[in-house]
């Protein structure tokens, strides 16, 4: 087929600004030197032939090559193409033109590709900002803990084991974000590094102030403190013949008028499982056939603040402070913060009913359950602020107590003493304290002592009963705690110590007796 002027305009149309020089002024088909243009236009396979080119005079057969363009000018995507002439002297020459498809599935592949990427970009940019954070947080944190520290080592007279303990938890809590920092940081992470680096330092120093804190201020201002009561005593015995007063009474005996105060909190750690477990219990086995030599004990409950499945046992308090040769242990049917440990068993408010268990600390198996008559449970009558401890268990100087009420008693508090071996009830006491309105409660030589809130930072042992004489009163003793609510309270009979569960954190506490028996 030949092609004619038309169709090659058609063309040069189609082509579009590519080709724009096709059809700007110049020489008109008629003034080229082709023998016949209009009616020669050959084509390759896969290309368009060319037209208006300028060839050179020769002989049959000879190349021609040229350019579109109009005057001396050509347009660079059409140049440098061949040509040549036939028999009859018509110019050939082929031109391989661009593809003009536009490529649709690449361009959607790159949008999908490119919002892909903007996510990831948005989601690690988060990352980032919320890393930001953190570490601006804890670089205040740590400054502050500089200074206290600088303060500390400037004046040692000035700081308590409290003070240590506090500062210690709070550098475990920078430790610990530092650590899922770095698992978790993409990147330069020069500043967590850094910020690593100073922790640790931070670590040492404050355990080296302990150190000696331990061996030189505390010990010699409590020796000081001694010091100065005997001398007290001996001047007032002398001057107004006063009898000095008889010494502390003897570990594990109730010669002793009772409670009369108490010591400032000793912070020994966090419980083991972490933060999120706020209830819970924890002590130490008391057995009066070895009154020194029982373990500790860790009992916390679930996040629900109810379910008690997994305990841990250490043989030493600095097993227990190190996280060391722990026995960890799982039960299925523990209920609420009320257990307790007595002669190597453990004894628990067995779950979703008013029986007790008594579970054997060697086997990690149940031995004996006993119902508690009449007993409220699943949280009708549990302390306040607490829930699940409508049982609460105890133990002093006489053996296993059992706290609780009932409907009959219409909530206040109901004593009962337990044989430790079957669970059953030995005898019963009936109190006038309503048990909701009291935050926790232990016993100590047959009295019970019950606490109750008065702020954020402070209980108030505020109430005894003594099942030895049945008589009840009211106290005023101040019980500072470190954080809000006190889940449970143990006595132990040996060390004379309330051993207290307050949010997750282990506390002991040194009871002070008046000693005048009653």
């Not at 661009?98 to 790159?110: A, G, K, W």
């Not at 020069?190 to 010990?219: C, G, H, P, Y």
Request: charged share 20%.
């Amino acid at each position: 087929m030949k092609p004619g002027r038309p169709f090659l305009e058609a063309l040069l149309f189609l082509l579009g600004p590519a080709a724009g020089a096709l059809v700007t002024p110049g020489p008109s088909p008629s003034s080229l030197p082709f023998t016949d243009f209009t009616s020669n236009f050959v084509s390759d396979s896969g290309s368009i032939s060319s037209f208006g080119a300028s060839s050179s005079r020769g002989s049959s057969g000879g190349s021609a090559s040229g350019g579109f363009g109009s005057g001396s000018g050509s347009v660079s995507q059409f140049s440098n193409f061949t040509g040549s002439k036939d028999d009859r002297g018509t110019c050939l020459c082929s031109v391989a033109l661009p593809d003009t498809t536009f490529p649709v599935e690449r361009m959607e592949h790159l949008e999908i590709t490119a919002h892909i990427l903007s996510q990831r970009f948005e989601k690690e940019l988060s990352k980032v900002k919320e890393y930001v954070q953190l570490i601006s947080i804890y670089e205040k944190k740590l400054s502050n803990l500089t200074v206290r520290v600088e303060i500390m080592e400037k004046d040692s007279i000035s700081y308590t084991e409290l003070d240590f303990e506090l500062i210690k938890i709070e550098v475990k809590e920078m430790e610990k974000l530092i650590i899922r920092l770095k698992d978790t940081f993409v990147g330069s992470s020069v500043i967590v590094d850094q910020l690593e680096v100073e922790i640790r330092n931070m670590t040492l120093l404050v355990e080296k102030l302990e150190t000696l804190d331990k061996n030189n201020v505390l010990s010699i201002r409590r020796e000081i403190a001694v010091l100065k009561n005997k001398l007290k005593e001996c001047e007032a015995s002398k001057d107004e013949h006063i009898p000095v007063a008889p010494p502390p009474p003897a570990p594990g005996t109730c010669a002793h008028g009772g409670v009369v105060n108490i010591s400032r909190p000793v912070i020994v750690q966090l419980n083991w499982r972490g933060f999120p477990y706020k209830y819970g219990a924890w002590g130490r086995d008391y057995s009066p056939q070895n009154p020194d030599k029982g373990l500790y004990w860790v009992a916390p409950l679930n996040t629900d603040g109810r379910y008690l499945e997994y305990y841990r046992l250490y043989n030493t308090l600095d097993d227990l402070l190190l996280y060391i040769n722990a026995r960890e242990y799982r039960i299925l049917y523990g209920q609420g913060s009320g257990t307790a440990v007595y002669k190597n068993n453990m004894y628990i408010n067995w779950y979703n009913t008013r029986s007790i268990a008594k579970v054997n600390l060697t086997t990690n198996t149940v031995a004996v359950t006993q119902t508690l008559p009449d007993a409220a449970f699943n949280n009708r009558f549990s302390y306040a602020n607490v829930a699940w401890q409508d049982i609460d268990l105890a133990v002093d100087e006489n053996g296993l107590w059992v706290i609780y009420s009932t409907e009959a008693s219409t909530g206040n508090i109901v004593i009962s003493k337990l044989n430790d071996t079957t669970l059953v009830v030995l005898e019963t006491w009936h109190t006038k304290q309503y048990k909701p309105s009291v935050s926790n409660a232990f016993m100590v030589c047959g009295v019970l002592y019950a606490t109750r809130t008065l702020n954020t930072r402070t209980e108030e042992i505020f109430y005894y009963y003594d099942t030895n004489t049945g008589r009840e009163g009211n106290l005023n003793i101040v019980m500072q705690k470190m954080q809000e609510k006190v889940q449970s309270i143990n006595y132990h009979p040996f060390e004379q110590k309330l051993f207290v569960y307050n949010d997750g954190y282990l506390l002991n506490y040194d009871l002070i007796f008046d000693q005048e028996p009653r």
